[in-house]
């Protein structure tokens, strides 16, 4: 376990008026700490309590009362950070809660870091990294989909996952290593095929893994949904009619929509970032300008596109060079204001694009809206080969299990290649087991935990 001397402090929920606020302690002095500003109701001792008690009593600044408060003692080992961790509920002002904060950091505590409790929580061993990142996707996430994935990856889904991976690297290393130990002997001695198919066994395994990346980004974050086409084809309007909402300015005026407008909507668990952009086409005023530019830069980093056209006009050459933006991106194509007009017929389009999905709506009408989101869960969910996976990497993650992908690919060429060099695969199968276990926490650098946890938030 981490040696650690100093006992940290935050506010661990967010600051605002609500029912309660929790200041939280973790660290060697976090109870004496407390029982130095905390007086209880009965005549106790806090120090000589037992772990995971609960007590009531006030707050006393200077000998007068700050608040009313519950405080939770949770003794090392059997704590969040596996330190000793008192929890002081009190009422939810920031006044309040800064003040018993400021009051606890005068009483000897320090304060603390962003997602430094977790971290301690990982340095102490409660958890691995990856664990450790799930609890900021618990945090962060946007969709039930997200929160459930990150939950049983909380619970250690993917960290079993890599334990046994590199359990088979192990083993494979151990027998390469006693061949090269005790030649003569012809202890472990192993096959050119036994080390190809089992390095290619796992290479499936970490394949698999690495196919879950895009599910993961697409569940944790949403799928970011751009909405592109000319000025004054209906984007705005599609916005507010999928938000139920009147969320954008719609006019009849062309380029209403200046700058990039963003909200998200839930369906089947999954979230939707949608975003309405100004519409594209050449212009000379500066801010349009600028408008078109981000409209250009969500467009890039879309998820998924809904590329608006007006059926009530002919194709023009604006429409036309749009569809050359949108090539190759994962795209809906909607052809809106059927209520009007059909000037423009799916036949038109297809002789511009043969493939993909092209559907007939009114964002104002509310035409065809529900079969378009059906398409839109549809397309996502059917881009995920291993459908739904229960595990999902993320691109930390995927990062490292590339590098392992890599290092087993380096194997299969010595051993395929050129004469075995056991000294080689030895080497390989080292750098492989390197890369998994900066999953999981075991090989990282502490640039990279710092760079992990500094992303979380104080008192987490
Ligand atoms: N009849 C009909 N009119 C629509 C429909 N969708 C949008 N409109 C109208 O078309 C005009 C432009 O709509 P917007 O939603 O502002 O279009 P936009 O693409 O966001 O326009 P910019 O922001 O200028 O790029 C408005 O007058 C809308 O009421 C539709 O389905 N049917
Ligand atoms: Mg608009």
């Known amino acids: 376990m981490l040696m650690t001397t100093d006992t940290i402090a935050a506010i661990s929920t967010p600051l605002g008026e609500g029912g309660i606020g929790i200041i939280r302690l973790s660290g060697p002095d976090a109870v004496k700490i407390v029982s130095r500003i905390f007086k209880p109701k009965k005549n106790i001792n806090l120090k000589t309590q037992k772990s995971h008690t609960l007590h009531l009593g006030h707050i006393l600044k200077d000998k007068t009362l700050l608040d009313e408060v519950l405080v939770s003692v949770m003794k090392s080992p059997h704590s969040y950070t596996k330190e000793d961790v008192v929890e002081i509920n009190c009422h939810s002002g920031v006044l309040v809660l800064k003040s018993i904060l400021e009051l ?56 079993i996952k890599i334990k046994n991976l590199r359990i088979e690297l192990l083993d494979l290393l151990a027998r390469i290593e006693a061949l090269l130990n005790f030649p003569e002997d012809g202890v472990g001695s192993i096959s050119r095929s036994t080390i190809l198919s089992s390095v290619k066994k796992m290479q499936k395994k970490i394949d698999s893994l690495i196919d879950t990346a895009d599910q993961g980004e697409i569940f944790r974050h949403g799928v970011r949904t751009v909405i592109v086409g000319k000025p004054n084809v209906g984007k705005s309007s599609l916005l507010n009619t999928l938000m139920e909402e009147e969320r954008a300015i719609v006019t009849e005026i062309p380029g209403t929509t200046r700058d990039t407008v963003e909200e998200a909507i839930h369906m089947q668990g999954l979230s939707f970032m949608l975003i309405d952009t100004a519409g594209l086409q050449p212009v000379n005023n500066i801010v349009e300008k600028i408008g078109i530019a981000r409209s250009k830069k969500k467009l890039m980093e879309a998820d998924l596109v809904l590329f608006m056209l007006d059926a009530s006009t002919k194709i ?86 590339l590098n392992a992908h890599k290092s087993l690919e380096h194997i299969i060429c010595t051993v395929t290649k050129t004469k075995l060099t056991e000294e080689f695969v030895s080497l390989d199968l080292k750098n492989a087991l390197d890369s998994l276990g900066r999953i999981t926490g075991e090989t990282v650098s502490n640039e990279v935990l710092d760079r992990i946890f500094s992303k979380f938030c104080i008192g987490k």
């Open 104 to 159: 606890a950091l005068r009483h000897g505590a320090r304060a603390a870091q962003p997602g430094e409790f977790t971290k301690r929580a990982f340095l102490n061993g409660r958890i691995d990294l990856s664990q450790a990142e799930s609890v900021m996707d618990l945090i962060e996430s946007v969709s039930s989909k997200g929160l459930k994935l990150a939950a049983q990856q909380l619970s250690g889904r993917l960290s």
């Open 316 to 401: 023009d050459s604006n429409d036309k060079k749009l569809f050359g933006l949108v090539k190759g991106k994962n795209s809906i194509i909607l052809l809106n204001k059927i209520d009007i007009s059909s000037k423009t017929k799916i036949s038109d389009i297809r002789k511009l694009v043969p493939k993909g999905v092209i559907l007939k709506i009114s964002a104002k009408k509310e035409i065809g809206i529900d079969e378009l989101k059906n398409t839109m869960l549809d397309i996502t969910l059917s881009k995920f080969k291993h459908h739904q996976s229960s595990v999902c990497v993320n691109m930390r993650h995927k990062e490292s299990l």
